[in-house]
């Protein structure tokens, strides 16, 4: 069975876990426009850390898909 890659890439959306990190992760500037558009505000992403997990004593944790920090 013969796969067709392009077609399956076309179908893709940012929802789609592997190709939102992918893109993020290898492009701050789009990283920045899409979280402008989300947030409604102005603000310059510095650097992107995807999928960054985050852990506590008790055992609990989460995996932020974008960890985006204000500017003090």
């Known amino acids: 069975m013969k796969i067709d890659y392009f077609t399956a890439v076309q179908k893709l959306t940012l929802l789609d876990d ?5 893109v993020f992760e290898n492009d701050t500037e789009l990283t920045e426009f899409v979280l402008k558009i989300i947030l409604g505000r102005e603000f310059r992403v510095k650097s992107v850390r995807v999928q ?3 852990t506590n004593l008790k055992g609990r944790s ?3 898909d974008i960890f985006l920090r204000r500017p003090r």
């Open 62 to 64: 989460v995996r932020l």
């Open 52 to 54: 960054d997990p985050i």
């Open 18 to 22: 592997v190709f939102m990190t992918t």
